[in-house]
Each structure stands twice: as structure tokens, then as C-alpha cells.
């Protein structure tokens, strides 16, 4: 399989401050990324779709202005929480899309742990 | 957009097959079926997928009906480090967004 890496693992912030989350992909070229996040006992949910060279496509309910996606190159995008609150505290998991097989798969991250203080 | 369902919970023996199920009964002709399953407090990890053959990796095993409208992934012999939450989603074509449901949460027993 494919490995994707994310950095940090673990971030703790004070509220109001802004936290950058990358996502690597190292072994293959990813155009689309995906971000999700993961409250305590639940399931992942989608954010948004992270496209390189363009503007992401956030889901619904996801305000764009705060989970700021940036996909500059074809191995990278960073999720950047920005005047980050309690509230956002959450596990946050990227995917990247590869398309070298005949079908696509996602490989996902291990998961980046934001507690906001 | 097809949805799936699955059992919340299951059990297994160490050493015995686990057999999951997932009803997907409003899946299209060209949409797969994908199977990841994630471990506490990491990222998903992917399993195996497939259109309409049965399909067969190192980890496990896929099944999928003549109809499509469900299918089982068997873990031949499960181990303790099997224990995990097992879901089963099928892929939006056109976008390649994978939509988390619930999933099984799979409880291997010595």
C-alpha cells in the first residue's frame, strides 16, 4: 500500500491561535486529497476535497474561512485551523487519493490529535 | 449516493474466520465497494475493494453478490490485532469521496 504521513501527530494550543496540520503523500503523486475530522466515539466526517493547484470544495457545514486547505504541490496539503477554539478540539485525518492502480484508492494518514485549550 | 449498512457489532474467536456484512442495495453498476477498517486512535487503514468479482489480498477476502446489493469481508483467521472498526463504503465515482457511516466494531475474543 501507499503511506501517507501527517504532521504533527499530537498539537495542544491555546484558544485563538492558529494550527497548521500537513499531509504528505510520500511514495506517490496525490492531485486530490481529502480532510476529515473524528469527534470522541464517533465516525470520520468529511470537510473537504483538497485539489492540487486549485481552491478546495469544503461539505456542507464546514465554514472554509476556518479550516483554511492548502494543496500547493502534488505530495503536499496542509489544513490550517485558524483562531482555533475548545470546540475544535477533534482528530483530524487526511487522505490522498492514488490513481496509479487501474482503480482509485485512498490511503489515510495516521491522524493528527488538536486539543485546543 | 449509495449508503451502506452494517451490523454495529460482532464477535469472534481468535483464530476463526470473521465475517462482516454490508447491505449496499442502492449501489450503481460502476460503483465499488471498499473496505477499511480503523484501530483505535489511528488512521483508517485500507482493506480490499471490488466492483462485482469476489476479491482476494493478503488481509482478507471479498465477497460481493451476483446483485451487488450486499457483500461480506472475511478475515480468515482473526487475530487479536484484528479488533478494530470495520467499515464498508461504497465510492462516489465521480467525486472519489469516501462517506463514513458507523461502521462494525469487530470484538476478537482469545
Known amino acids: 500500500g501507499a503511506v501517507v504521513s501527517q504532521h504533527p501527530s499530537r498539537v495542544i494550543c491555546k484558544s485563538g491561535t492558529s494550527v497548521k496540520i500537513e499531509c504528505r503523500s510520500l511514495?506517490?503523486?496525490?492531485?486530490?486529497m481529502f480532510w476529515y475530522r473524528q469527534f470522541p466515539k464517533q465516525s470520520l466526517m468529511l470537510m473537504a476535497t483538497s485539489n492540487e493547484g486549485s481552491k478546495a470544495t469544503y461539505e456542507q457545514g464546514v465554514e472554509k474561512d476556518k479550516f483554511l486547505i492548502n494543496h500547493a504541490s502534488l505530495t503536499l496539503s496542509t489544513l490550517t485551523v485558524t483562531s482555533a477554539h475548545p470546540e475544535d478540539s477533534s482528530f483530524y485525518i487526511c487522505s490522498a487519493r492514488d490513481l496509479r492502480r487501474r482503480t482509485d484508492t485512498q490511503y489515510f494518514g495516521p491522524g493528527t490529535r488538536l486539543t485546543v485549550l | 449516493d449509495a449508503k451502506t449498512t452494517q451490523p454495529p457489532s460482532m464477535d469472534c474467536a481468535e483464530g476463526r474466520a470473521a465475517n462482516l456484512p454490508c447491505n449496499h442495495s442502492t449501489i450503481s453498476g460502476n460503483e465499488y465497494v471498499y473496505w477499511y477498517r480503523q484501530i483505535h486512535s489511528q488512521g483508517p487503514q485500507y482493506i480490499i475493494h471490488?466492483?462485482?468479482n469476489n476479491e482476494t489480498n493478503e488481509m482478507a477476502s471479498l465477497i460481493i453478490t451476483e446483485d451487488r446489493k450486499s457483500s461480506t469481508l472475511i478475515l480468515p483467521h482473526a487475530t487479536l490485532r484484528d479488533t478494530a472498526v470495520y467499515y464498508c463504503i461504497v465510492l462516489e465515482g465521480n467525486t472519489g469521496k469516501l462517506i463514513f457511516g458507523q461502521g462494525t466494531t469487530l470484538q476478537v475474543k482469545p
Open positions: 471490488g466492483l462485482k
Open positions: 511514495d506517490f503523486q496525490a492531485t486530490t
